[in-house]
């Protein structure tokens, strides 16, 4: 069951990360509302879903999007592509708010094991 959470909880944040990016200029004081409900599933994704052998691969694959996503987004180098600029920056700030908080647990999760082995 737990997994199951873990799983719709990717889904639904990838999808409303991508909602949220192409419409969050209408969204007014909603938009806040709608990143929060985005962090929250990344951490959820972080707790749940992501463990053992996989957590590497998930950290390189997640520093590796976050970095990307920054250039693309938050750095406001696409805002200036004709017609889909905005559209493409609002989408990479969201995925930025759902997969940090996952790649943080992750990494905070994977640092506390380390600290265990004696």
């Known amino acids: 069951m737990e997994k199951k959470i873990g799983e719709v909880s990717f889904v639904l944040g990838v999808v ?42 998930f950290v390189w694959m997640a520093v590796a999007l976050v ?12 805002t200036s592509v004709l017609y889909i600029g905005e559209y493409l920056s609002g989408v990479f700030n969201s995925i930025m708010a759902f997969v940090v908080p996952a790649v943080v647990v992750v990494a905070l999760k994977e640092i506390y094991a380390f600290a265990q082995i004696k």
């Open 67 to 78: 970095l990307v996503a920054y250039i693309g987004g938050a750095s406001g180098t696409l």
């Open 16 to 57: 409303l990360a991508v909602i949220i990016g192409l419409i969050g200029g209408y969204l007014g004081a909603l938009g806040p509302w709608l990143i929060s409900i985005l962090v929250l599933l990344g951490l959820i994704v972080g707790f749940v879903n992501i463990g053992g052998k996989e957590t590497k691969d």
